[in-house]
């Protein structure tokens, strides 16, 4: 009986050190430093990647962009990605290669490299109204020995422009000061008069 209870508690042990590196090697969010944290937190010791986020940097209110998540350099064998966007109304739309988990887009395996280079491709639906949004990317360059030694990731942003932007609010102007400049120099002004009219009266004495 009690060889049992070891074997299911080996059993379980590793089922919970399989546990990271199955949901990353099928994509995890959280990774694309929207929140400060991307790959690297896991993927270390291997070249820093250069990345990319290509596409349109204004959209109609509406209307649907294309674009395109770009890793270079690295170890360059395999890579994955998570690609984010910090506006609740926008969409994120997968395209080959990626799946939506969430609100994210990632990979749905890890992709091979074509030549130093590993491209992913995606759609950004806009919002219905003028705002002016971000897309967050981070991208992870592997050597393809299912550990996280060796490999290394980046992250990159790209904003977006909706319409006219996100409209800006004039700021209101400090209490008690409703006559700004004028107001305050409307005392010297009252100060001469007065010097003015004094002067006068004794000149007629």
């Known amino acids: 009986m009690r060889h049992l209870f070891r074997i299911a508690g080996v059993f379980a042990v590793s ?15 959280g990774q694309s430093g929207k929140d400060g944290v991307m790959c ?21 209110p509406g209307a649907t962009g294309q674009y395109t998540f770009i890793i270079r350099g690295g170890a360059a064998k395999t ?5 984010a966007v910090d506006s609740a109304d926008a969409k994120l739309q997968a ?19 074509t030549g130093n280079e590993l491209r992913f491709n995606f759609s ?8 002016t949004l971000k897309l967050f990317g981070a991208g992870n360059s ?16 790209l904003s977006v422009t909706v319409g006219k932007g996100t409209p800006v609010v004039d700021p ?7 006559g700004g400049c004028s107001a305050a120099g409307s005392a010297p002004v009252w100060g001469l008069a007065l010097a003015g009219l004094a002067l006068l009266r004794r000149r007629r004495s």
Do not use: M, Y
Request: glycine share 12%; charged share 20%; net charge negative.
């Open 15 to 29: 089922s919970l050190w399989a546990t990271p590196a199955f949901a990353t090697s099928t994509g995890i969010t």
């Open 40 to 60: 690297s937190t896991c993927h270390k010791g291997g070249d820093v990647p250069t990345v990319v986020l290509e596409g349109p940097t204004t959209l109609e």
């Open 79 to 83: 890579g994955g990605a998570d690609i």
């Open 95 to 113: 395209g080959t290669g990626t799946k939506l988990l969430g609100a994210e887009l990632v990979h749905s395996a890890p992709l091979a490299f």
């Open 124 to 131: 950004l639906v806009a919002p219905a109204t003028d705002v």
């Open 142 to 157: 592997s050597n393809a020995d299912q550990k996280s030694d060796g490999d290394r990731a980046a992250a990159t942003t």
């Open 172 to 178: 209101l102007p400090p209490e008690g000061d409703e």
